[in-house]
């Protein structure tokens, strides 16, 4: 379609329909986290780590299990479009003992800067809306597939995806702080459907 404007110069608007991405787009499992846990580096060597299948709210969901300061760290090609999910807990025990409750955090790093992605602070004895699975889903397309760049290409790179507990946010004074719980980490990628 063409007109022609007040100047007389010939104005052209190309209408197309693009679908909505999500009308096309589903998430399909790239990478169970907990399926390469062994492989994973876990901190402090000390801590007690478990794979385990936890009913929170009446929901079962397999988890890792973990102490209130841990850190979990997988070595991971991300693929176009991801994103990872997650749900975080804390276990019922802990919703009636008195802490500082967890702070959550997930990371990425190329193993020179650290970039963090979510921060989740989780208290159930002070916050009944916490009382279950919390589900998270971070977004990692910066980190896979093909960029315009000769310097940065992710698609080609390992990356470590790091998740973080400590005992409460910053700043306190570390009591019990609960027993946190990651349930069914997964990275999954959208894929386009005609």
Sequence with gaps: MAWFNASGIAVIIVACAIPACSNRDSLVPARDLIAGFNQADRRPSSAVF???????????????????????????????????????????????????????????????????????????????ADRGWIPVTVDLAAYGGFKWSLFYQP???????????NAGPPGTDGRFAGLPLWGEPMIYRYDSRP
Aim: charged share 25%; glycine share 6%; proline share 7%.
């Design 50 to 128: 478990e794979v385990t299948e936890v009913t929170i709210a009446g929901v079962p969901q397999r988890a890792i299990a973990t102490e209130p300061v841990s850190r979990v760290t997988w070595l991971v090609a991300i693929p176009d479009r991801a994103v990872v999910k997650t749900a975080l807990a804390l276990k019922p025990e802990a919703w009636a003992q008195e802490g500082n409750g967890v702070l959550f955090r997930i990371g990425i790093s190329e193993g020179r800067s650290y970039e963090e992605l979510l921060t989740r602070y989780v208290d159930p004895f002070h916050r009944p």
């Design 155 to 165: 698609r080609y790179r390992t990356w470590k995806l790091i998740f973080n507990t």
